[in-house]
């Protein structure tokens, strides 16, 4: 889910990151976007091409080996077993005090040109020099660019050509999917053990979520983010990660009075007991305000599921991968394994 902070700034059409570059005057070759097939070429000798989720046939004359990308999406084409060929990224990538960001997942951020590290920072100027051949991120809505900066976006957008992964009103398993392809088609081999035993774990986990549905009924889950003047009720129907949660049995709150995008309900913290619920997924990003935080707020603390102590952290915005998503069910299982009925 996007940040709700960031989400309510944004066009219906938009989420697209709000920020300035200086001018750029470097225009790299090789950006032609012919008609192509939805798979690409399996070897760096020839031409390659790939069918993005807007869709646009993307090209290039051989495979990229510079790959810049959206932190969560570096880490995901990681995981798929890219390494060397991600050299920037942007997004929250390092925490203030030196450590990667979870959403940074098995990124080596030291070898990496990090261009921004917050909402709406993107240097142009170290994009270019580091003569990217593709460019990644996620779409959460039709059309947009995931943390690329739409002041500066017409001069980034053109420097190497641009592949976007649809990551929002469809389950979590098609994200996942298409990053695999995507990583495949740069090389990557997804027959490694690495791939094969992470996929293994995440269907496992899977699985282990429906069993505990199954073992305790009626669990109804909130999943939800902390600001310091509203608390946001998110949408399953849109929530990639939520939406593969109820498809896997999980009893889901589905927010009544969206905001434009669809992604959330906006409560006042008068208002946060709105949706009874027996356990709350909690977002653990430095975005948001974390349980610590929430404490002063006396509605917070009234909760049933807060004074039940059954709030468990939740990656809002997931690592698209089989290993990202793994560890993200196995905690879901366990939380609602744990859980009592208090509604």
């Known amino acids: 889910m996007p940040d709700p902070v960031s989400a309510r700034r944004l066009s219906r059409r938009g989420l697209l990151a709000a920020g300035g570059a200086a001018a750029l005057t470097a225009v790299l070759v090789g950006c032609g976007r012919d008609e192509a097939e939805k798979s690409s070429t399996s070897n760096g000798s020839g031409p390659w091409s790939f069918t993005d989720d807007r869709p646009e046939a993307v090209t290039a004359p051989a495979r990229p080996a510079r790959v810049v990308a959206f932190t969560g999406s570096a880490a995901s084409l990681v995981d798929f077993g890219l390494g060397r060929e991600v050299v920037g990224v942007f997004g929250e990538t390092k925490k203030a005090d030196g450590s990667k960001e979870a959403q940074a997942g098995d990124l080596d951020v030291e070898s990496v040109e990090i261009l921004g590290n917050v909402w709406g920072e993107f240097s142009v100027e170290k994009y270019a020099a580091l003569r990217p051949e593709l460019l990644v991120t996620h779409m959460y809505d039709p059309g947009a660019y995931w943390y690329v900066p739409d ?10 050509p641009v592949v976007t992964i649809t990551t929002a009103r469809v389950p979590m398993t098609k994200p996942i999917a298409r990053y695999a392809a995507l990583a495949e088609s740069l090389g990557a081999d997804l027959s490694a053990p690495k791939v094969t035993d992470a996929k293994a774990r995440f269907e496992a986990a899977a699985e282990a979520v429906r069993q505990a549905v199954k073992a305790n009924p009626g669990i109804k889950v909130l999943a939800a983010s902390g600001s310091p003047d509203l608390f946001y009720v998110s949408n399953p129907k849109v929530s990639t990660d939520l939406m593969y949660f109820a498809e896997l049995g999980v009893d889901i709150v589905v927010p009544t009075k969206l905001e434009s ?48 102590g059954q709030v468990t952290p939740w990656d809002a915005v997931p690592r698209f991968s089989y290993a990202g998503a793994a560890p993200l069910l196995e905690d879901l299982a366990k939380a609602i394994q744990g859980a009592k009925k208090l509604t």
């Not at 009874?276 to 599921?305: E, H």
């Open 151 to 160: 002041e500066s976006k017409d001069k980034i957008l053109p420097l190497a």
């Open 261 to 308: 995008g669809d992604y959330f309900e906006a409560l006042s913290w008068e208002n946060a007991g709105k949706f009874p619920a027996d356990l709350i997924l909690l977002d653990n990003r430095s975005t948001a305000l974390q349980p610590a935080d929430l404490a002063a707020k006396p509605t917070w603390k009234q909760l049933p599921a807060v004074q039940a």
